[in-house]
């Protein structure tokens, strides 16, 4: 078992607010069973703080992630931006290199291996919808183009945000609906959700799934301590359905690969979710 020494490398995620993360949890559950010599913490961090907090934890030999609401404001802050980095606008993982601060955004590898996890192959050839237009859509948005999905369908609340996320990401095969009802009767292989609804238990399903004629399946990227109310209606339908756990767990993975050089051990960072009711799969 390792313990932290003085030549321990401190990793931190800065957001505001941070107390709730699953992160560290999981980053310091891969440093431990990967035998290397970390440390992961949480930050609470206001914006006019974040370009210090970057340059000392990666002078002092470490790095971090970036969570709400820094992300676009971490992209400006690295050295050399990473091209998920540059297609997204968003930065959500930093660390040393050639004594520059370099940045990534794992939420596109996360995303894109989870999913592959999920369906068990790459999407190439899907027909997706993808709810939302904010930095999680855009980061599934680069992921579903680079993984050879046909077509996408982008809904979002602010149809003009939708839009701009076209305009930047986009190109042929997006399309953004800007009403709910045209998709009335459509087939999907896939639904994605990258809207914020599903957060709280009382909230609405970001879209009604009983318009459409047929879907394949649904992956809701919020997660929290029960289903989602999307996934909970998929299911209902008998349509496969997972929420964002292990893209979380994916994206984690992602940036400590970036960090320490090594696989990252997957099954430790699972088994340090929080336990859910029937999921021995991650408990
Ligand atoms: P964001 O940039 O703030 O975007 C929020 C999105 O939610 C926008 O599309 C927004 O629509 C929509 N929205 C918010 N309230 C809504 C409402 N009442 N009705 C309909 N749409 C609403 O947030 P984000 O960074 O993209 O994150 C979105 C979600 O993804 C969060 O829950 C986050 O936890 C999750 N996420 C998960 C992972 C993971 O690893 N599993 C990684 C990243 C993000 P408007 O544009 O109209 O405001």
New binding site residues.
């Given amino acids: 078992m390792t313990s932290i020494s003085a030549a321990s490398r401190v990793f931190a995620l800065l957001g505001d607010p941070v107390e709730h993360s699953l992160s560290p949890r999981i980053q310091n559950a891969a440093i431990l069973a990967a035998g290397v010599d970390g440390v992961y913490v949480a930050l609470r961090a206001v914006e006019e703080d974040l370009p210090g907090f970057i340059r000392g934890l990666c002078r002092a030999g470490g790095g971090g992630n970036v969570t709400?609401p820094h992300?676009e404001k971490a992209s400006t802050v690295v050295d050399e931006r990473l091209p998920a980095v540059r297609r997204t606008g968003a930065c959500n993982t930093f660390w040393l290199e050639d004594d520059r601060i370099v940045g990534d955004n794992t939420?596109v590898d996360?995303f894109s291996r989870a999913l592959r996890d999920f369906l068990g192959e790459a999407p190439t050839n899907a027909r997706v919808l993808l709810l939302?237009?904010?930095?999680?859509?855009r980061?599934g948005l680069v992921a579903l183009l680079d993984d050879g999905v046909d077509e996408i369908r982008l809904l979002?609340?602010?149809v003009e945000?939708a839009r701009n996320v076209s305009r930047r990401i986009g190109g042929e095969r997006v399309r953004v609906v800007p009403d709910p009802a045209e998709l009335d009767g459509e087939r999907f292989d896939l639904v994605v959700n990258?809207?914020?609804?599903?957060?709280h238990p009382d909230d609405p399903t970001?879209f009604e799934l009983d318009r459409l004629e047929e879907v394949g399946a649904v992956v809701d990227?919020?997660?929290g301590a029960e289903p989602t109310a999307l996934v909970r209606a998929a299911e209902s339908m008998g349509v496969r359905a997972t929420d964002?756990?292990e893209?979380?767990v994916q994206?984690g993975a992602a940036a400590f690969e970036r960090w320490w050089g090594v696989d990252a051990p997957l099954d430790a960072m699972r088994r340090a979710l929080p336990e859910r009711e029937g999921d021995a799969d991650v408990g």
């Fill in positions: 709400l992300k939420d996360g939302g237009a904010g930095g999680a859509a980061a979002n609340r602010s945000r990258a809207t914020r609804l599903g957060l970001p990227m919020v997660y964002g756990r893209m979380l994206q």
